[in-house]
């Protein structure tokens, strides 16, 4: 069985070409990957200042500020 094509490996290589899988798709596999890298960019900074505005919003009155330097 062959996923490349080639019956016999007895041939003279450099006439052969490319023998990876999936060649040809190499752009495709390059913008796939830069959108998931930059999509899981954005999503990690909006998930990072929701968590920040909530801890921002939970100490609103400043008391546990004060608590923690009243410690030190």
């Known amino acids: 069985m062959s996923t490349n094509g080639m ?25 796939i990957g830069l ?13 990072e200042n929701a968590e920040i505005e909530a801890d921002m919003a939970a100490d609103r009155s400043g008391d546990e500020t004060r608590k923690a330097i009243d410690r030190y």
């Open 35 to 47: 959108v998931f890298w930059i999509g899981w960019h954005i999503w990690q900074t909006r998930q």
């Open 7 to 31: 019956e016999s490996w007895a041939v003279d290589l450099k006439d052969v070409g490319a023998i990876y899988p999936f060649q040809g798709s190499e752009v495709l596999m390059v913008v």
